[in-house]
């Protein structure tokens, strides 16, 4: 009987398997990100503090009337936090997920478990979006000690970069699932991200671009969350209509989401 008793309270103050299977896939790289959080909350202050002397104060010097009458440091900081959280989203989702396939083998070994390959790709996916998160929340915070935020709508800057990163993440999860080497990341960066953070409107107005370069900024995620951040920050409505802007974000995430689990599912499931 003791035994058994013993046994029973054992169980007990195990803690329980959280309901949404996702949230043990999320637990883990919570557990991971406890070992490295410090070193890179530190970058994610000073990346931004550098960015805005270097951006805004340095260039903003030479820019007299700002744009559309607006400073150009206040005009330049919401794009950067856009760009920002773009940026995260894709460094998060490329050799992580990658080596997870084909170094680590973490997916394997999670897939061995209770979990299907929605619950794998979901929990990772959460994660990914918590450090866009917290990325741009920094580089907010940043922006309101040199005083570059008029609004208090600026907030709602928050939930747009988490559905920026959430559009972007996604087709990167499919993406690196599915090449076959390492190379084929270095090429997105070179070929995808870097002109898409020179043209989206980061830097300078889209309308300055030839027409047919505008209209490839206007096809990226990243221009309209630019465009919607702007807005928040400035208090302003956006170029764009907002509905348009989010509806446009969540296809992105949408077709993103079903492409990663095709990639995943057929990858982890014999």
């Keep these: 009987m003791s035994v058994t008793r013993q046994r029973s309270r054992r169980e007990a103050a195990r803690p329980a398997l959280p309901r949404v299977p996702a949230l043990a896939v999320l637990a883990y790289h919570l557990v991971g990100y406890r ?8 970058s994610s202050f000073l990346l931004p503090v550098l960015t805005v002397l270097g951006f805004g104060v340095g260039v903003g010097a030479y820019v007299d009337q700002g744009v559309g009458g607006v400073p150009y440091l206040e005009w330049i900081l919401p794009g950067l936090v856009a760009s920002t959280a773009f940026q995260v989203a894709v460094s998060e989702s490329t050799w992580p997920v990658y080596g997870n396939f084909q170094w680590t083998k973490l997916y394997y070994a999670q897939s061995a478990a209770p979990l299907r390959a929605g619950d794998i790709l979901g929990g990772h996916l959460v994660f990914v979006l918590l450090r866009v998160l917290t990325s741009a929340a920094a580089f907010l915070l940043v922006a309101a000690a040199f005083g570059a935020v008029r609004s208090g709508w600026a907030l709602l800057a928050l939930p747009v970069v988490v559905l920026l990163g959430l559009s972007v ?12 080497g390492d190379s084929y990341l270095a090429l997105l960066f070179r070929f995808a991200v870097i002109p898409a953070t020179l043209f989206a409107g980061v830097f300078f107005p889209v309308e300055s671009l030839p027409v047919g370069l505008r209209w490839v900024a206007y096809v990226t995620p990243l221009w309209h969350g630019v465009d919607l951040c702007r807005a928040a920050a400035l208090g302003v409505a956006p170029q764009w209509s907002a509905t348009g802007h989010l509806l446009y974000l969540a296809a992105w995430a949408l077709a993103g989401w079903v492409l990663a689990r095709r990639v995943f599912h ?3 499931v014999v």
């Design 35 to 42: 070992r490295t959080w410090r070193s890179s909350v530190f």
């Design 169 to 180: 993440a996604a087709p990167v999860f499919a993406f690196a699932g599915s090449v076959p």
């Design 266 to 268: 057929r990858t982890l």
